[in-house]
């Protein structure tokens, strides 16, 4: 009697577009997008259907005819949403209704095992924007510390609880700007003093996402390159040793 091989779990057929838009935005949720400007954009969803919704925002933020990104965690991996702006109507009282249609999507695998690379810059620090109002307004400085292509961690004097959503604005080494709503995780003690917060993106704009990735690119290009460095140093640096052990050069090269 042959013996029964267990059957293989069915792969996870990926989400559609419609689907991916009401994971995204379900009636009475909330979310965050971002456009090209930087602006981060909260949404309170009214009605979705196919591969459109409706949803209130605040004030002017939403433009007729722009692109906004967000972003779909499903535990695992990663998938940006694209949404085109069909129509905004004021509904009075600071607040615009707008008609979102999907038009792009994209995996980005699972963004938590992306690797983080070394970098130093300051960042200015705001709470974000939302339908309920923020009780501390002010800007706060901060120096980031390491980058990712989902998340970075900062350094800074205030102090931020995990789960607050903050807005952040850095720039790159060539002063291009990158603009992104994070959340923070977990909070670390530094030096000084001072506390460094890893945190993850929940909304940022194309422009700043193809900014920050290059600036990762640029980060793991400088990384292999020190360790290569480094690696051919070696050597060199073991035999000086050695040599100092036995007494200096000459006796390593056999000089009396």
């Not at 009636?27 to 456009?35: I, K, L, M």
């Amino acid at each position: 009697m042959l013996d029964q091989v267990p059957d293989s779990p069915p792969e996870q057929e990926p989400l559609s577009g419609a689907e991916l838009v009401h994971v995204y935005a379900r009636p009475g949720a909330t979310c965050t997008v971002a456009d090209d400007r930087g602006v981060c954009i909260e949404l309170r969803v009214k009605v979705t259907s196919g591969d459109a919704f409706v949803a209130s925002a605040i004030g002017d933020r939403l433009r007729r005819g722009a692109r906004v990104s967000g972003r779909v965690y499903d535990g695992e991996t990663v998938q940006t949403v694209v949404f085109a702006v069909e129509d905004v109507e004021d509904t009075g009282v600071g607040r615009v209704d707008g008609l979102l249609r999907l038009v792009e999507t994209s995996e980005r695998g699972d963004e938590r095992r992306a690797p983080r690379h070394v970098f130093d810059a300051p960042a200015r620090l705001l709470p974000a924007e939302s339908f309920t109002p923020a009780s501390d307004l002010r800007a706060a400085q901060a120096r980031i510390a390491d980058v990712s292509r989902s998340g970075m961690a900062f350094v800074s004097d205030r102090r931020f609880s995990a789960g607050e959503n903050l807005d952040l604005h850095f720039e790159d080494e060539a002063g291009a700007a990158v603009r992104c709503r994070i959340q923070v995780l977990r909070a670390e003690r530094a030096v000084y003093g001072r506390t460094r917060y890893a945190s993850r993106i929940i909304a940022i704009g194309e422009i700043d996402q193809l900014r920050l990735d290059r600036l990762c690119n640029r980060c793991r290009l400088r990384e292999e390159a020190r360790a290569e460095e480094a690696a051919e140093e070696l050597p060199l640096r073991q035999m000086l040793a050695e040599g100092r052990r036995q007494g200096g050069l000459r006796k390593l090269f056999g000089r009396a």
